[in-house]
């Protein structure tokens, strides 16, 4: 079973107005940009000033140690868990792992879901 990892501080999704509102020096965000749009997710201290729209009260976990490409349904199974506990994710993935969000005031009911489920939940 894998190993999964809490975050320990509170994350935000959010729209920056512009890319150059977004502090790259940071050491934890994901920043999305399509046709349509420019998303970011990070911590909540960390959120630019100038947003469009923002989304507080977020929590997250990663899955420990790099996932091989060819490994199927890990993002999967994980989310199946939670949503048969009725909890809704947010998740991004890295080169090297995958990272699901949750919303606060489901983060322990989440964490207890994943562990009763065979998850090594580690601080």
């Not at 020096?25 to 947003?51: M, N, Q």
């Amino acid at each position: 079973m894998l190993k999964l990892k809490k975050l320990t501080w509170d994350l935000t999704v959010c729209k920056p107005e512009d890319i150059s509102a977004v502090d790259l020096s940071k050491d934890f965000y994901f920043l999305g940009r399509t046709e349509e749009e420019l998303s970011l997710v990070c911590r909540t201290e960390d959120v630019p000033e100038r947003t469009s729209e923002r989304e507080d009260g977020w929590r997250g976990f990663r899955i420990e140690g790099v996932l091989d490409f060819s490994l199927i349904g890990i993002l999967s199974k994980l989310s199946a868990i939670l949503a048969e506990n009725g909890i809704g994710i947010f998740a991004v993935s890295t080169y090297n792992t995958d990272y699901i969000l949750v919303k606060a005031e489901n983060f322990a009911r989440a964490m207890d879901a994943l562990e009763k489920a065979g998850y090594e939940v580690a601080e």
